[in-house]
């Protein structure tokens, strides 16, 4: 069965950077997008960006752009999103997602969530 | 970029209801549009996407309808596992937005 597993809740202090991945299993890691989802402290959903597990292109939010990096290892189907100067406001939990094949490519499994807490 | 807005922002509603939540894009978005579930402290749970077509293992009571700009979930017959926070989003282009959220809770 397809699963997504996420590493572990990180503390991390303003200007630091996080790495946060996302172990996938139960399909074809190159066939399928990955996205990155994070939700802030009981606020909404915001989309940052995905990967070509394929390729290896990506493609980030327009505020995220310079800040976060998503990297694959298609030799233990993993991603990656890294997130560098962290700031207060980047305390979320972040989730994986993938980005099913049918019509309006939904996002069909969820990785399930990694907290990313930022404190002096 | 394509806007998404939900409305109501959260709704009151007892067991049996029947609910309907609107999500609007700022453009068409044709009918790349999903619905998602979230209940605390889980991640989201596709309900429909193609904006009415029912993910597997999703129950009937769920359905979607609209294309262009104007979107609805509607929940037949609230369920107690029902009550969540729901939200939209657009798949035609990047960045993929979300709706702000529709959160459903025990009247």
């Known amino acids: 069965q397809v699963q997504l597993v996420q590493s572990g809740a990180e503390v991390k202090k303003p200007g630091a950077s996080v790495k946060v991945s996302c172990k996938t299993s139960?399909?074809?890691?190159?066939?399928?997008?990955m996205h990155w989802v994070r939700q802030a402290p009981g606020q909404g959903l915001e989309w940052m960006g995905w990967i070509n597990p394929a390729s290896g292109g990506t493609y980030y939010a327009r505020r995220f752009q310079g800040r976060v990096t998503m990297t694959r290892d298609t030799s233990v189907s993993t991603v990656y999103m890294e997130v560098s100067r962290l700031e207060s406001d980047d305390a979320a939990v972040y989730f994986c997602?993938?980005?099913?094949?049918?019509?309006?490519?939904?996002?069909?499994?969820w990785g399930q969530g990694t907290l990313v807490t930022v404190s002096s | 970029d394509i806007q998404m807005t939900q409305s109501p922002s959260s709704l009151s509603a007892s067991v049996g209801d029947r609910v309907t939540i609107t999500c609007r894009a700022s453009q068409s978005i044709d009918s790349d549009l999903s619905w998602y579930q979230q209940t605390p402290g889980k991640a989201p749970k596709l309900l429909i996407y193609a904006a009415y077509v029912l993910q597997t293992g999703v129950p009937s009571r769920f359905s979607g309808s609209g294309s262009g700009t104007d979107f609805t979930l509607t929940i037949t017959s609230l369920q107690p596992e029902d009550f969540a926070t729901y939200y939209c989003q657009q798949s035609y282009n990047t960045p993929r937005a979300f709706g702000p959220g529709t959160r459903v809770d025990i009247k």
């Open positions: 139960g399909y074809t890691f190159t066939k399928y997008h």
């Open positions: 997602a993938r980005e099913s094949l049918p019509a309006a490519r939904p996002y069909d499994y």
